[in-house]
Nanobody
Framework: QVQLVESGGGLVQLEESLGLSCAVS???????????MAWYRRAPGKQRELVAS???????NYADSVKGRFTISRDNDKRTLYLQMNSLKPEDTAVYYC?????????????WGQGTQVTVSS
């Protein structure tokens, strides 16, 4: 069974940095054709939004609000996705979720982590 486990959330001050990690367990990469990993977030009273994504072809995509401040990356050997967040702002406060979509010859599957809280204080 595939599991995504996030870590690294917490409380930081304005303009500080924080790094999130998402460890992937389960036997999925042995049969995948392609995949997309991403970070989403949901702020209080708002809809979930895409923060950053990274494809198996190493193509990245960022929300306009985080471009230049956040960096998504992965370590294939460690089966871990990262999100480095710099120059944090109060509006970055949200629950951050790790996401994985795998596409194989027989179809696609989606997986979500449980979420980790990031709070930025001014």
């Amino acid at each position: 069974q595939v599991q995504l486990v996030e870590s690294g959330g917490g409380l930081v001050q304005l303009e500080e940095s924080l790094g999130l990690s998402c460890a992937v367990s389960g036997s999925i990469f042995s049969s995948y054709v392609s995949y997309v990993m991403a970070w989403y977030r949901r702020a209080p009273g708002k809809q979930r939004e895409l923060v950053a994504s990274l494809t198996s072809g190493s193509i990245t995509n960022y929300a306009d609000s985080v471009k230049g401040r956040f960096t998504i990356s992965r370590d294939n050997d460690k089966r871990t996705l990262y999100l480095q967040m710099n120059s944090l702002k109060p509006e970055d406060t949200a629950v951050y979720y790790c996401y994985l979509r795998t596409t194989t010859m027989i179809g696609s599957a989606e997986y979500w982590g449980q979420g980790t809280q990031v709070t930025v204080s001014s």
